[in-house]
């Protein structure tokens, strides 16, 4: 069975950064491709960012120089260090792992003015 549990989102204020981790579990993490995405209400679901199974990385224009995703393959955990956090950033966060066609249930970030 296929587990995405997000966690580490919260409340900040801006310029202010968090760090989010997902644990996976059931998926052959070491060969799959991950991704962060998020939503915003009244939004549709966008990618934030991916990173595959040799490391490259893939960022939404938006975060580009504020977003770190990293991957710990000892783990099956991936991440996404989050620096100089915006209210544009507030949504809803989850993990992909799109072979599985499996998401988290996500992990609220909201950031204050």
């Known amino acids: 069975q296929v587990q995405l549990v997000e966690s580490g989102g919260g409340l900040v204020q801006a310029g202010g950064s968090l760090r989010l981790s997902c644990a996976t579990s059931?998926?052959?993490?070491?060969?799959?491709?991950l991704g962060w995405y998020r939503q915003a209400p009244g939004k549709q679901r966008e990618m934030v960012a991916t990173?595959?199974?040799?490391?490259?990385?893939n960022y939404v224009d938006s975060v580009k120089g504020r977003f770190t995703i990293s991957r710990d393959n000892a783990k099956s955990t991936v991440y996404l260090q989050m620096n100089s956090l915006k209210p544009g950033d507030t949504a809803v966060y989850y993990c992909?792992?799109?072979?599985?066609?499996?998401w988290g249930r996500g992990t609220q970030v909201t950031v204050s003015s």
């Open positions: 992909n792992a799109p072979a599985y066609g499996s």
């Open positions: 990173i595959n199974s040799a490391g490259s990385t």
């Open positions: 059931g998926i052959i993490f070491s060969l799959n491709t």
